[in-house]
């Protein structure tokens, strides 16, 4: 059975990956890897997990001998306004971390790895509507330099030393279980809790800022499978561009006034608007859909039904109509 290391579990999509491949693939099969910020009880009490940070090779080499893992998941990142105030820790974490990622695969000849990619890739030099799989990449903050650089350096082994490598330009994904941990994209979930506490929301970026979105179980949905398409038939490895949905601030804020009509928001952009601005409106992700068959199931109308169910149990806070 195929054992699967999960580095960076703890964070907003480790929380909801993990007990997904813990309910395909077993739990005894799914070790998770936390690092200062703890796992939520009912992760640790499922299933074996361990500290590690991810810039640590020995450590790293001793759990995957020890757990005798086939495939790691590296989650463990700085993303991309965290990055901007600390541009040096996210190159350490990110490149650091995936080449300790990619060397223990190719030492320890594993099977496979899976490290995201994202729309950071992207810069202000890219066609921004629709924007093609194979693109310019000129971003223009850290964390884009470090994804592009993982990108390469993915192929890179995948080419060199044959380590089976994928990933995908994740887009903003929205969730409802672990607040996301620092990104440009964080006002497509924030919004929500505000709306159901407050009935009101400061937003960090223009209400006419379009960017390419995700809710979770698409993110999952994809990413498992990835992992698992046949090899022999993907052409691109580490480097997919994936979408499901494209909106701004305005158009999510008008889908939730749907069930919270005197909800209000505002606007007050401040240095993740630069960001925002820098990154597509839309995604060209047909070669996904023909290499691995990907297809979303979730528009903005289906998830901010989900969402704003989701946050209002969370928050034991009713909204009329929906809970
Ligand atoms: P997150 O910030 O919520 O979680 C990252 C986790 O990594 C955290 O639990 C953190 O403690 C851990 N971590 C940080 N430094 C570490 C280190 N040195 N060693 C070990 N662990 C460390 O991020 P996320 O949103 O879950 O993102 C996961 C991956 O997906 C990242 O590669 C990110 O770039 C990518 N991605 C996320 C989004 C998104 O919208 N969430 C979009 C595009 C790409
Ligand atoms: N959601 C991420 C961010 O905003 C995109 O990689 O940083």
């Known amino acids: ?158 080419t060199k030393f044959g380590v089976d490598m994928r990933g995908m330009r994740y887009p903003g994904i929205i969730s409802s279980v672990t607040l996301p941990g620092g990104g440009t994209t964080d006002y497509a979930v924030e919004i929500f809790y505000e709306a159901v506490k407050n009935k009101y929301y400061n937003c960090f970026l223009k209400s006419d800022t379009r960017l390419p979105m995700m809710f979770m179980p698409d993110c999952i949905k994809a990413t498992i499978m990835l992992m698992e398409a046949d090899v022999t038939k993907l052409k691109h490895h580490s480097d997919f561009n994936v979408t499901a949905m494209s909106f701004t601030p305005e158009e999510l804020a008008a889908e939730i006034r749907k069930y919270i009509p005197d909800f209000k928001i505002e606007y007050n952009p401040d240095f993740r608007q630069a960001i925002a601005d820098s990154w597509p409106q839309s995604i060209d992700d047909s070669c996904a859909r023909e290499e691995w068959g990907w297809q979303p199931d979730y528009d903005l109308a289906r998830m901010t039904k989900e969402m704003l169910i989701a946050i209002s149990k969370k928050l034991q806070i009713p909204v009329p109509g929906l809970t």
């Open 1 to 158: 059975m195929k054992k699967i290391l999960v580095i960076g579990a703890a964070g907003q999509i480790g929380s909801e990956l993990t007990p997904a491949l813990r309910e395909k693939y077993g739990n005894e099969n799914v070790v998770l890897a936390y690092n200062r910020t703890p796992l939520p009880d009912d992760l640790a009490k499922a299933g074996p997990y361990v500290q590690l940070d991810v810039r640590n090779t020995d450590k790293f080499k001793e759990i995957c001998r020890e757990y005798n893992i086939s495939t790691i998941i590296n989650l463990a990142a700085i993303l991309s306004a965290k990055g901007e105030q600390d541009p040096l820790k996210a190159w350490d974490t990110n490149i650091n971390g995936l080449i300790n990622t990619l060397e223990v695969a190719r030492e320890l000849k594993l099977e496979k790895v899976f490290v995201p990619s994202s729309i950071a890739v992207f810069g202000p030099t890219t066609p921004r509507v629709n924007t093609p799989q194979d693109t310019i990449l000129q971003p223009t903050t850290m964390y884009g330099i470090t994804k592009v650089s993982g990108e390469l350096l993915g192929n890179y082994y995948f």
